[in-house]
């Protein structure tokens, strides 16, 4: 039996593991970046594959050489998202 995450259940995820990997980065920061980069997928048709994307897509960003995390958090920070009552993430504007 399978059960559909949610989308929120699915950034908690990727942002878990991601901050046990990346300690020294703060995880509000991880959790901007991570929601930042499933809005960016969201709406690709194929959902099975959205947390594996979201986290590989977040970890590129984390990584970037030369970019401190206050540059990240700055790049996350333009991007506000907020649940939606559906449970889908929409940007805010």
């Not at 979201?54 to 506000?80: C, D, F, K």
């Not at 649940?83 to 940007?91: D, E, I, K, L, P």
Request: glycine share 4%; no cysteine.
């Amino acid at each position: 039996m399978t059960t559909k995450m949610s989308d929120e259940d699915t950034v908690r995820q990727v942002v878990e593991r991601l901050t046990a990997k990346h300690p020294d980065v703060p995880r509000a920061m991880i959790e901007q970046v991570a929601r930042r980069e499933f809005l960016a997928l969201a709406d690709s048709p194929v959902k099975d594959y959205l947390a594996v994307l979201t986290e590989r897509a977040t970890r590129r960003h984390l990584s970037r050489p030369g970019e401190s995390p206050s540059a990240v958090a700055r790049t996350a920070a333009s991007a506000v998202i907020d649940v939606g009552s559906r449970g889908r993430f929409s940007a805010a504007g």
